[in-house]
């Protein structure tokens, strides 16, 4: 089972729309799927149109009052089921304080290791303690950056957090939004793939992508031939060969 978590300190910036296309991808590739939405947004169960189950909560799942694998619910999706998020979600912070284990998601994702291929965690941002049991959950950490001078800052505050944990190898990047006549997304994207940390493959500002939300379905279930679906499904075949290399 390979767990990998859609990840970045900004919102905003492709996380959930990124997790729900590589995980429906992933599926497509007959890998059997399992995407746990831990930002108590929800808009990864929104595009899935998944609602949790009555009584089931991330918080009991993380207190070892509920099983996860009753949390989990099929999708419309051969291979890809899910765990929607709920506003419990909010408060799992007070749940892995510090002082406790950076284990509990590995843990607990471990109960389910023989079902599944593949495990997509869509984040809340920012820094945090369940961003850290998530981290150590994960085999990889994706993060999309739009291509802005700011970025560049965000990009490295949070090279540098997993740098101090020795994790930096987990921590690998793609760009989204990209703007390519603008000469500022040009100029950082070549600034930052220096850096090798960057996936070559890029997703463009697309207006496909937001209406995923119209469609509540990820790209290649509603525009397969769209440009935005051929963008996701060559980073997707880019990142799939990087991590299981
Ligand atoms: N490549 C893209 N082109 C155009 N709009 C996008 C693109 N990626 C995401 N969006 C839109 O931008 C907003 C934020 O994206 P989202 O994936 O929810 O970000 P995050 O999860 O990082 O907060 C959403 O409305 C989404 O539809
Ligand atoms: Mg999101």
């Given amino acids: 089972m390979f767990i990998t978590s859609l990840y970045n300190l900004k919102g905003g910036v492709g996380k959930t ?24 947004q929800g808009a990864a169960s929104f595009y899935y149109n998944a609602q949790p189950k009555e009584k089931v909560t991330a918080k009991k799942i993380i207190e070892h009052t509920l099983d996860l694998e009753e949390a989990i619910m099929a999708t419309p999706y051969e291979g890809l089921d899910i765990i929607p998020a709920d506003l419990s979600a909010r408060k799992l912070d007070l749940l892995l304080d510090d002082k406790s284990s950076k284990k509990q998601i590995r843990n607990l994702l471990k109960t389910v290791a023989d079902t599944y291929d593949f495990v997509f965690i869509d984040c809340p941002p920012g820094f945090s303690s369940l961003a850290d049991n998530i981290f150590f959950a994960s085999d990889a950490v994706l993060m999309p950056v739009i291509p802005t001078t700011l970025s560049i800052r965000t990009y490295e505050i949070v090279k540098h957090y997993f740098e101090e944990k020795g994790d930096v190898e987990k921590l690998m990047c793609f760009f989204t939004m990209v703007d390519i006549r603008k000469n500022m997304h040009k100029d950082v994207m070549l600034q930052l793939h220096k850096d090798k940390r960057f996936f070559e493959y890029y997703i463009p500002y697309l207006s496909d992508v937001e209406k995923m939300g119209v469609h509540h379905a990820p ?27």
């Avoid at 429906?24 to 059997?32: E, F, N, P, S, V």
């Avoid at 290649?220 to 799939?240: D, G």
């Fill in 17 to 40: 729309a990124s997790c729900v296309n590589f995980a429906h991808m992933a599926a497509r590739d007959g890998y059997k799927v399992l995407l746990w939405d831990l930002d108590p």
């Fill in 219 to 245: 790209l290649e279930a509603f525009a397969p031939s769209s440009y935005a679906a051929t963008c996701y499904r060559a980073l997707w075949n880019e990142i799939k060969e990087g991590v299981l290399e």
